[in-house]
């Protein structure tokens, strides 16, 4: 479950917000994401592959809410971990490997486009 956004390293690119299936985020005035529907995390850790800043902290326990401590998050070197784990970015440069298998964005802005396509909406601003 979504846990942390580290502020200190957000760059506001909002793509956790755009990719979250189910509107866990709002956008603050300062187009920031903050955490507004924890109970709704499905833990899919869209939004961790997403977050090239490594600013959020996805916990595995998609059942309860787990208390983190961000400067012990911070040293701990797991934030960014489930991307590079994953190998998210490995074929990004490699113009055979278009297929989007390794990469659902485009699968998702897709989807969010089509009639009756599924999504969490737009994001509400507060």
Not at 10 to 21: I, K, R, W
Not at 82 to 105: F, I, L, Q, T, V
Not at 109 to 122: K, M, Q, T
Request: hydrophobic residues 40%; proline residues 6%.
């Amino acid at each position: 479950m979504i846990e942390l956004v580290v502020e200190s390293r957000c760059v506001g690119c909002s793509a956790c917000v755009e990719v979250c299936p189910t509107g866990v985020f709002d956008r603050a005035a300062d187009g920031r994401p903050v955490l507004a529907r924890v109970e709704d995390c499905q833990t899919c850790f869209m939004c961790e592959l997403y977050c090239l800043a490594d600013a959020l902290y996805v916990a595995p326990d998609c059942e309860n809410r787990v208390p983190v401590d961000e400067a012990a998050i911070l040293a701990s070197g797991l934030l960014g971990q489930y991307r590079r784990d994953s190998g998210w970015d490995e074929w990004e440069a490699d113009p055979s490997k278009s297929n989007e298998h390794w990469r659902m964005e485009g699968v998702f802005a897709r989807a969010a486009r089509a009639p009756g396509g599924v999504g969490p909406g737009p994001a509400r601003v507060e």
